[in-house]
């Protein structure tokens, strides 16, 4: 069974930067599509990114696109997020996750088998 660690929260001040790290374990990251999510205090869980098996496809939510970027290393059984120019907006817990797939898209819609333990990211001056 697939399961993640997660690192690389912290607190940032607006326009800075930050790089979260998911390690995966139990299973081959190559046969999975990954994300990440995130959910702000009182609100919805929203999907961030996404990128499918081989990275053929990625998917970035509106709120983030051009300033943060997914990345994955099946080698490494590793996922990254680096979240650029952040503003205080961004402020959340950021999850990974994953689910079992080939395909050439991937889906944040879609049910998501496998969760990291979540990662508090807080921009603030």
């Known amino acids: 069974q697939l399961q993640f660690v997660e690192s690389g929260g912290g607190s940032v001040q607006p326009g800075g930067s930050l790089r979260l790290s998911c390690a995966a374990s139990?299973?081959?990251?190559?046969?999975?599509?990954v994300g990440w999510f995130r959910q702000a205090p009182g609100k919805e869980r929203e999907g961030v990114s996404c990128?499918?098996?081989?990275?053929?496809?990625?998917y970035y939510a509106n709120s983030v696109k051009g300033r943060f970027t997914i990345s994955r290393d099946d080698a490494k059984n590793t996922i990254d997020l680096q979240m650029n120019s952040l503003k205080p907006e961004d402020t959340a817990v950021y999850f990974c996750?994953?689910?079992?797939?080939?395909?050439?898209?991937?889906?944040?819609?879609?049910?998501?088998?496998?969760w990291g333990q979540g990662t508090q990211v807080t921009v603030s001056s």
């Open positions: 996750a994953a689910y079992p797939s080939r395909g050439y898209l991937c889906y944040m819609g879609r049910e998501w088998n496998v």
């Open positions: 139990g299973g081959t990251l190559g046969a999975y599509v």
């Open positions: 990128a499918s098996s081989s990275s053929a496809y990625t």
